[in-house]
């Protein structure tokens, strides 16, 4: 009999969701049973809308945002204790009826306001495994509480945040989380070829992550003007896919798409992924091996990101104004001609240190199996702006050091686990 899984994700940007589609797709390959709920929804009506409305008033501020996030979330300020406290009173009643009119195996929480009313209710249901997954660099206060089985983080940077709040947290640190999609990306030239862009042009995707911000029209245009063969991606904003496809209709420089499946297809042709430093499309871009052109507009965690990405290399940061962007670009293209390209290594798959963590907590699912030779897509042609990859986490192999606190991923997929271990404890066991 199969076994059931309950994502709590949120209606915030897009990498929530897309987090939470990776999740499941492990444990639906597993014969698990995986549905989601918004986070926010658990707040009811009237509460779930109120406190979406209010995030994207305080993001559409960044001087409020920035406040928020710094001086209360990060550090786990009064008033971020009021708020976690005043949205669980609310949300753990509506879980527990969830739960009891559906019952689930595995409370997963992708998505912070969902991760201390599982916690809570771990309590009332010892028998129900609870897990958060955050791919932010600074892991604040309102995704920890204590009663969560096991954290999962990206960087030992996060890992650590983790442990600000709760020293003796269970936590594994695993690659970013990218669909399959982007792992089985095609050739550059291919993908040029059926997108119709030249195989000489230097070539940049600009894509709006769901957030809105950066002037991502007007920038298209002044990139398009300067002889740099635009990919551009509006989401679903339909004003601005509206403007692109204008713009395009007046020079072949540009390719506009709205929402679009096409993502990976698109990463493959460019040289340059212009984007805001969400971890789902930077780990995106970094699965095809592709170079980042990042915008420091995303507030709170988005600078924390931002940082991050510079520090692990193959990325760039630029004035988020048309001028700017396309004075970026054009560097990136020059030094891309005066030094000749070379291959990037791309991102390690997540899913086998995914599994892995999972299994120390009884939690046994099954890593997608590799495709065979003869099905396995080309190794995607460097971009004009490819570069050997410098150390990183992403790039360290399995005999790396391990973080402080943690251990070395085994070549059977352990994942480094970034907690203190007393020397009497058999590795493999929870603290």
Known sequence: ??????????????????????CAGVFGQSGWRARRLD???????????????????????????????????????????????????????????????????????????????????????????????????????????????????????????????????????????????????????????????????????VIDSGWGFGPLAQSVSALAGAGVHVLAVA?????????????????????PFGFTDRVPELMAAADVVAALPGANTCGEARAVGRHLLLLDVMPGHGRDNLLHELELGHADVCVPTPDGITASVLALRDAAAAHGARPVSPAPRWEPAFVAALRRIGVDLRPPAPPALSASPAPPAPSALSASPAPSALSASPASPAPPGGEPASAAGRPPVARRVPADLPRGEST
Not at 5 to 20: F, N
Request: net charge positive; aromatic share 6%.
């Open 1 to 22: 009999m199969g076994q059931d899984v309950l994502l709590l994700t949120g209606p915030l940007g897009l990498g929530h969701e897309m987090m939470a589609r990776c």
């Open 39 to 205: 986070s926010m929804s658990l707040l009811g009506p009237w509460g779930g809308g109120a406190g979406a409305r209010l995030f994207n008033r305080l993001i559409a501020v960044p001087v409020l945002y920035d406040g928020l996030h710094f001086a209360h979330l990060r550090t786990g300020s009064r008033l971020a204790e009021r708020m976690d406290r005043a949205a669980t009173a609310r949300m753990v009643p509506a879980l527990r009826a969830e739960l009891d009119r559906r019952p689930a195996d595995v409370v997963f929480s992708v998505f912070a306001t969902g991760a201390s009313a599982a916690a809570r209710l771990k309590a009332e249901r010892p028998g129900l495994r609870t897990v958060v997954l955050c791919t932010d660099v600074t892991v604040h206060r309102l995704w920890v509480a204590e009663g969560t089985d096991l954290f999962l983080v990206t960087s030992a940077a996060a890992a650590a945040s983790v442990r600000r709040y709760h020293p003796r947290a269970p936590v594994a640190i695993v690659p970013p989380l990218a669909r399959p999609e982007f792992y089985a990306a095609p050739p550059r030239e291919q993908a040029r070829r059926a997108l119709g862009v030249p195989l000489e042009d230097f070539c940049v995707l």
């Open 235 to 255: 989401g679903r904003d339909r004003r601005v896919e509206r403007r692109l496809r204008e713009l395009a209709a007046k020079t072949p420089k540009i390719t």
